[in-house]
């Protein structure tokens, strides 16, 4: 069974522009969760989805965004790119999203913004 | 607030000591608690969670944790450490309804040294 997929790998941007990053579940997961990792601040919640419904938010400002699409693949926009958005961004999928926490990660789109 | 503190953001150990890895938790409620690997390049990998059904919990690759509520505690052993083992270790706690929202620790890289 595949896993978690997330494209693309590895992107490099400059200050000020946007970037889409896109996530594909294991199969039958419908449940997308998405985390920032920098050195600095570790590991950072962005955002939930369950059902094309966004049930969660972390504390990050409006240029982050999110949506999942019916088939449960998701994406995460950021907008007017800054220095600090350089970072591992990790999806995540579950069965159902009923908190276990039994999270099934990607490898992660490493972001560097110059 | 949930929160999660790892004790030591590096452990060294000789390949066949005991690995122990330290976390402790601050929880309100009685919390789901996770210990996840990471691997160089790679996302994160649940090793094992807890979620109240027996105290002691076993986890792959031969890793265990001890719930210990009065220490507020969920350290991580392995009782022989492998050459393998040599990666980024993460506690986290389930946020109180928080849809897979998963609060980390900030992390404990070990070393496996010959």
């Known amino acids: 069974k595949a896993g978690v997929t997330q494209t693309p790998r590895y992107l490099i941007k400059t200050r000020g522009q946007q970037v889409t990053l896109s996530c594909s579940p294991i199969s039958g997961h419908r449940s997308v969760s998405w985390y920032q990792q920098t050195p600095g601040q570790g590991l950072q919640f962005l955002f939930e989805?369950?059902?094309?419904?966004?049930?969660n938010k972390g504390n990050f400002p409006g240029r982050f965004s999110g949506r999942q699409f019916s088939n449960s693949r998701s994406e995460m926009n950021v907008s007017t790119l800054e220095l600090g958005d350089s970072a591992l961004y990790l999806c995540?999928?579950?069965?159902?999203?009923?908190?276990?926490?039994?999270?099934?990660f990607g490898e992660g789109s490493r972001l560097t913004v110059l | 607030a949930q929160s999660v503190t790892q004790l030591g953001s590096h452990v060294s150990v000789s390949e066949g000591a005991l690995v122990l890895l330290r976390c402790n938790y601050s929880s309100s409620v009685p919390p789901y608690l996770f210990w996840y690997v990471q691997y160089p390049n790679q996302g994160l990998q649940l090793l094992l969670k807890y979620t109240s059904a027996a105290t002691l919990v076993k986890g792959i690759n031969g890793f265990e944790a001890e719930f210990k509520k009065s220490e507020t505690s969920f350290h991580l052993t392995k009782p022989s450490a492998h050459m393998s083992d040599a990666a980024e270790y993460f506690c986290a706690v389930s946020a109180t309804g928080g849809y897979n929202k998963l609060i980390f620790g900030a992390g404990t890289r070990l070393a496996v040294h010959p």
């Open positions: 995540a999928s579950s069965l159902d999203g009923t908190n276990t926490g039994e999270l099934f």
């Open positions: 989805y369950f059902s094309e419904t966004q049930r």
